[in-house]
């Protein structure tokens, strides 16, 4: 029987320079006290791709950092190099709005200038609640642009994080107010709100929720009925913010669900929302 694919949905590119100190020391922690030139090397994109042939993984999202207080600074523009030429790595763009002038004006130039697929927000890292109406112009854009925009959603463990700013009820007004907007819930309200993320993704058609940072054996029990949203539920990694990929995927195909939920999860969903031929 042939294996479905997987397209993770959040990987993480940088150099060490890039990131917080305290962020760097954690990752390498997750590979057993990588070096730091261990971890640069892994940050290439042919490392990157046979990493993902090792793991069976067709396409990943590549996202950047704008965060500059809590996680550090990967740039777009740096995000759109590592990704050119390479068509299985997907860029998608990040705007924090209290570093740019017009946060609808940056999406557009990500999009327009840099070719970026989707967009991320990170409203516990950047400090601001994704449901304030300065952001409209923003998503409306997205909307018009259909584009795909994830939102952290939930905890995290680096350093000035507001937790306060990831409660996925924040995103149900944006989710009524831009009806066509896909919406997708980073890290499925980890920590709190996991119920929070489950009955939003039930009850708006265009909002999904993403598993990134969260350890697939606890799936179930935080999810008593993935099986039933297995619709509305899309693979993420964090990568390299977990100590393997590979076992990552096999907990997640080990699962006692039906393989056609494992599918629509590992691959199926993303490849709908990102025009990838089924």
Sequence with gaps: MTTTPVIDFHVHVAQPENYHPWVVEWMQSLVKGASLEEFRNLMRPDALLALMDDCGISHAVILPDMHPKTVGVVTNEFVAEFCRGHERLIPFASVNPHLVPSPREELRRCLDDL????LKMAPTYAHFYPNDPSLYPLYALAEERQIPVMF???SS???GAKIKFGEPVLLDEVAVDFPNLTIILVHSGRGFWYDQAAFLARLHPNMYMELAGLPPQKLLTYFPELERLADKVLFGSDW????SLKKNIEDI???PISEEAKAK???RNAARLLGIQI
């Design 157 to 159: 463990v680096f350093k």
């Design 115 to 118: 070719g970026m697929r989707g």
């Design 240 to 243: 390299p913010g977990l100590p």
């Design 253 to 255: 195909r080990a699962l």
């Design 265 to 267: 999860i590992l691959y």
């Design 152 to 154: 952290h959603t939930g």
